[in-house]
């Protein structure tokens, strides 16, 4: 079993940065993408940024952040990051770290799919 461990949430104003962190358990070469979701209050999860660990590190934006926001992984330390710059107010929501074993079926950015979860931390954006 893999456990998602994420750090580096906080309260920032807008046109500030943040770093989160997702820092697997494990090492499984069976995990093909790691990535990050949000979902704000009373909204649906949405896919930020995925990358795929399986060894080209093919990188996925939601259409939001791209530009903004970049994903990198430490195959070392068997992390993910998320760094966040130019944040706005609407980037405030829940981001959870996810990865996944299936390559194909939904898209990479849709939550379903993913076999693993992270219990999520909190990012708040004030204008």
């Known amino acids: 079993q893999v456990q998602l461990v994420e750090s580096g949430g906080g309260s920032v104003q807008a046109g500030g940065s943040l770093r989160l962190s997702c820092a697997a358990s494990?090492?499984?070469?069976?995990?093909?993408?790691m990535g990050w979701f949000r979902q704000p209050p009373g909204k649906e999860r949405e896919g930020v940024a995925v990358i795929y660990t399986g060894g080209a590190s093919a990188s996925y934006y939601g259409d939001s952040v791209k530009g903004r926001f970049t994903i990198s992984q430490d195959n070392a330390k068997n992390t993910v990051y998320l760094q966040m710059n130019s944040l706005k107010p609407e980037d405030t929501a829940m981001y959870y770290c996810?990865?996944?074993?299936?390559?194909?079926?939904?898209?990479?950015?849709?939550?379903?799919?993913?076999?693993?979860w992270g219990q999520g931390t909190q990012v708040t954006v004030s204008s």
């Open positions: 996810a990865a996944r074993t299936g390559i194909y079926g939904h898209d990479v950015l849709s939550q379903y799919g993913y076999n693993y």
């Open positions: 494990v090492y499984t070469n069976s995990i093909k993408y």
